[in-house]
């Protein structure tokens, strides 16, 4: 069985300022693990994955996750956020069957 | 390069209807993939093609919910009769990977939101 955890449900910050999303996960297996971002009435769309290699991984927008095995962690960061960032960002895994399980997600609201 | 295709975006019913919702993947792409998400939660997997072939159907609830990839194309889910906890969006994704594909990008498409009344 596998599960993920976004341990912040909500994560208010000015614009420009730095962000961290968190991202705990629990698996028996090797996982492969994902971010996804949900702008409103639409569908998800991929921020950047990991699948093996470098912990560090660079996606789209300036976002960067960092994989950490003992941890079992896969926090998402960006240096500086803009406004446009505001949006629903989901946690993912996905198993060597196939399986993919998401996180609740963490709404991020950039302000002014 | 067109996206994952849904129809209808919006649909309101009463208990007890049916309803149906279509999605066409992105052309070429082998493994189809539908999600329930509800409000305030991440979606949830509920049904996965491989082409026609049903590759993991484990948290379908299956009294009264239907779904069928024809020709390894367009698919259709089915819920009958609905119940006002089937009140969420579903999404259709796909991927190209023509195996249960690990690492593979699920691109999706915007949803069909369903409210049950």
């Known amino acids: 069985a596998q599960s993920v955890t976004q341990l912040d449900s909500q994560v208010p910050v000015f614009e420009e300022a730095p962000v961290e999303l968190r991202c705990n996960y629990s698996?028996?297996?090797?996982?492969?693990l994902f971010w996804y971002v949900q702008y409103p009435n639409q569908g998800l769309q991929l921020l950047l994955k990991y699948l093996s290699g470098s912990t560090l991984v660079k996606g789209i927008n300036g976002f960067e996750a960092e994989f950490n095995k003992s941890q079992t962690s896969f926090h998402l960061r960006k240096p500086s956020v803009h406004i446009s960032d505001t949006a629903e960002y989901f946690c993912?895994?996905?198993?060597?069957?196939?399986?993919?399980?998401f996180g609740d997600g963490t709404t991020l609201t950039v302000k002014p | 390069e067109a996206g994952v295709a849904q129809s209808p975006r919006y649909k309101i019913i009463e208990k007890r209807q049916s309803v149906a919702f279509w999605c066409n993947p992105i052309?070429?792409?082998?493994?189809l993939y539908w999600y329930q998400q509800i409000l305030g939660q991440g979606p949830k997997l509920l049904i996965q093609?491989?082409?026609?072939?049903?590759?993991?159907d484990s948290q379908l609830p299956k009294d009264r919910f239907s779904a069928e990839r024809l020709k390894g194309v367009d698919s259709t889910l089915k819920i009958q009769p609905a119940k006002l906890e089937d009140s969420a969006v579903y999404l259709c994704a796909s991927s190209l990977d023509p195996a249960p594909g690990q690492g593979d990008t699920q691109y999706f498409g915007p949803g069909t939101r369903l409210t049950v009344l």
């Open positions: 698996s028996s297996v090797s996982v492969y």
């Open positions: 093609f491989q082409n026609n072939g049903v590759v993991d």
């Open positions: 052309s070429g792409h082998a493994t």
């Open positions: 993912a895994v996905r198993s060597n069957a196939g399986k993919s399980t």
